[in-house]
C-alpha cells in the first residue's frame, strides 16, 4: 500500500472493555513496531514483529496487552479490561528490512480514549 | 537507556530564522534518527545518520553526530511556518526506537 494504515483512528472504550486495534503496514515491509504515545510524550516502544515472529514485547506494560502477527503482514494490538491509564495514541510502524538501523514508517495512530 | 534527550523542550522563532536542536544520549550507539511529528502529517522520518558518520545534509536540514560527546544536533535552515513540529532524536543499536520527549518547534509567518 501507499503507507501504513491503522484502525480504527478513534477508539473510545469503557473501562474494562476489550479493545482491537488494527496496523496494515506497507506491503512487503518485514518489521512492524508498535509504539504508545502519552500526550506531551515522545512514542514508546511497546512490541516489534520481524515478519510473524514476535521478537521483542519487553514493552508491553502488563499482560492486558497482547499483539500479534500470525501472517506477517497485519498485525492486531489488542488490550484487555482497559483501563484508563491506557488511554494514549498507538502508533504502528513498519520497516522494510530485517536488518537494524532503517527508518521506520509511520501510521497515523489511534486514539484510544478510556472512560 | 539509549533514550535520546532533547534541547531545548519549546523553541520559538520567525520563519526565515535558523532553528537548532540537539539531542543527548547515553549508550553507544550504531546510528541515530530524527522524526518529525505534527498534527497534519503525523510521525515522519527525517534523517539517519550512522555512528561512523559526522554530518549528514538532507535538504535545509543538517544532523551533525559526536560519539564523543554522545551528541547530535539537528539544524533547519531558512524555517518556513510549515515546519512547526515536534522533533525527536532517537538513538539506537537496534531497530527498536527510543524517544525522547521532543523538541516542540514553532515557526511563526
Known amino acids: 500500500g501507499a503507507g501504513v494504515s491503522q484502525s480504527p483512528r478513534y477508539k473510545v472504550a469503557k473501562r474494562g472493555q476489550d479493545v482491537a486495534l488494527r496496523c496494515d503496514p506497507i506491503?512487503?515491509?518485514?518489521?512492524l513496531f508498535w509504539y504508545q504515545q502519552a500526550l506531551g510524550q515522545g512514542p514508546e516502544f511497546l512490541t516489534y514483529?520481524?515478519?510473524?515472529?514476535?521478537?521483542?514485547k519487553s514493552g508491553l506494560p502488563s499482560d492486558r496487552f497482547f499483539a500479534e502477527r500470525p501472517e506477517g503482514s497485519v498485525s492486531t494490538l489488542k488490550i484487555q479490561r482497559t483501563q484508563q491509564e491506557d488511554s494514549a495514541v498507538y502508533l504502528c510502524?513498519?520497516?522494510?528490512?530485517?536488518?537494524?538501523?532503517?527508518?521506520?514508517?509511520f501510521g497515523p495512530g489511534t486514539r484510544l480514549t478510556v472512560t | 537507556s539509549q533514550q535520546g534527550e532533547e534541547d531545548p523542550q519549546a523553541l520559538s522563532i520567525q520563519e526565515g530564522e535558523n532553528a537548532t536542536m540537539n539531542c543527548s544520549y547515553k549508550?553507544?550507539?550504531?546510528?541515530l534518527q530524527w522524526y518529525r511529528q505534527n498534527s497534519g502529517r503525523g510521525l515522519v522520518h527525517l534523517i539517519l545518520?550512522?555512528?561512523?558518520?559526522r554530518e549528514k545534509h538532507s535538504g535545509r536540514l543538517r544532523v551533525t553526530l559526536d560519539t564523543s560527546k554522545k551528541s547530535s544536533s539537528l539544524l533547519i535552515t531558512a524555517s518556513r511556518a510549515a515546519d512547526t513540529a515536534s522533533y525527536f532524536c532517537?538513538?539506537?543499536?537496534?531497530?527498536?526506537?527510543?524517544f525522547g520527549t521532543g523538541t516542540r518547534l514553532q515557526v511563526f509567518p
Open positions: 514483529f520481524q515478519n510473524e515472529a514476535q521478537l521483542d
Open positions: 532517537a538513538p539506537g543499536v537496534t531497530d527498536k526506537l527510543i
Open positions: 549508550t553507544s550507539i550504531n546510528n
Open positions: 545518520i550512522r555512528s561512523n558518520e
Open positions: 506491503s512487503g515491509h518485514v518489521s
Open positions: 510502524a513498519s520497516s522494510r528490512t530485517d536488518r537494524t538501523a532503517y527508518e521506520q514508517y
